[in-house]
């Protein structure tokens, strides 16, 4: 059975840089067909779709988040990361890992459990 | 970037009633759009894709239509462990936008 685990600091100072990492286990990354992406949801708030990459490297960037957002991928751990650089308050947010199919139209078909993200100093 | 708006924000409901959450999108998305139930505590879950697929193991009383601009979730003979909140999705063009979310309240 597939499983996304995030994995990452809960704490980050303001104006620093929130690191994540996502590992996937019962598949492998590089199956065709398949994005792996990070959403985010600050407390009481809703839902906000971060990016997504491909095995390959291909990527795609919320507009608002863009010139901060970094993914990438390690197919050889199986793993993908997240990087959003500048942080502030309102980056505060459980932030889950997901796998978006094409055989679905691209809906997320399986989450993570997803990780509390602080930033205060 | 496309807009989603649903419609209500809160909703109060019994036990077996059927209640109906809408989604509007600010553009044409044919029938990209995804219906996800998050439970509080929990990650969302995939309910819908393709405006109107159940996805494996959502209960039948669950059912998804519409198409372009306009669409809606329909749970008919609600059950205690539907009270939860909606989310609708977008995954026509990038970024996939989200809904702000329906909460689903026991009456």
């Known amino acids: 059975q597939l499983q996304l685990q995030e994995s990452g600091p809960g704490l980050v100072k303001p104006s620093g840089t929130l690191s994540l990492t996502c590992t996937v286990s019962g598949d492998s990354i590089s199956n065709s067909g398949y994005y792996w992406g990070w959403i985010r949801q600050p407390p009481g708030k809703a839902l906000e779709w971060i990016g997504t990459i491909y095995y390959s490297g291909s990527t795609s960037y919320s507009s608002s988040l863009k010139s901060r957002v970094t993914i990438s991928v390690d197919t050889s751990k199986n793993q993908f990361s997240l990087k959003l650089s500048y942080v502030t308050a309102a980056d505060t947010a459980m932030y889950y890992c997901a796998r978006q199919s094409s055989g679905h139209l691209d809906a997320s078909d399986f989450w993570g459990h997803g990780t509390v993200v602080t930033v205060s100093s | 970037d496309i807009q989603m708006t649903q419609s209500p924000s809160s909703l109060s409901a019994s036990v077996g009633d059927r209640v109906t959450i809408t989604c509007r999108a600010s553009?044409?998305?044919?029938?990209?759009l995804n219906w996800y139930q998050q439970k509080p505590g929990r990650a969302p879950q995939l309910l819908i894709y393709a405006a109107s697929s159940l996805q494996g193991g959502v209960p039948s009383r669950f059912s998804g239509s519409g198409s372009g601009a306009d669409f809606t979730l329909t749970i008919s003979n609600l059950q205690p462990e539907d009270f939860a909140t909606y989310y609708c999705q977008q995954s026509y063009s990038a970024p996939y936008t989200f809904g702000q979310g329906t909460k689903l309240e026991i009456k």
């Open positions: 553009q044409t998305i044919s029938t990209f």
